[in-house]
């Protein structure tokens, strides 16, 4: 991919207390797609539980929005997978 790609971050809501909604807390470690020069943008979909990663249209990577955990991202070996996808 290119060294400054757009990067579409597709999340779905998910169930956290018991009320299911589009939340934003465990995709904070995705910010080290920024720190390495991309640019993101959130975008909310219907899809329960699932983050997706677009990059010119073509889905790089894809996981259980549950799998992330919350923090800068450089201990959460999904968040570096995700990455390394980018």
């Known amino acids: 991919m ?5 990067v579409t ?3 779905g809501p998910y169930e956290s ?3 299911v909604q ?3 807390f465990r995709l904070q470690g995705l910010r080290a797609l920024t ?5 993101c943008i959130l975008k909310e979909t219907q899809e ?3 983050v997706e990663l677009v990059v010119n249209g ?3 990577f894809t996981c259980h929005i549950k799998q992330l955990e919350f923090g800068d991202g450089k201990l959460d070996p999904v968040c570096k997978e995700a990455v390394a996808a980018v």
């Open 22 to 24: 589009h939340r934003t």
């Open 17 to 19: 207390s018991g009320v």
């Open 48 to 50: 329960w539980n699932t």
């Open 2 to 6: 290119p060294s400054s790609a757009q």
């Open 9 to 11: 971050i597709c999340y």
């Open 58 to 60: 073509e889905l790089v």
């Open 35 to 39: 720190v390495r020069g991309h640019q």
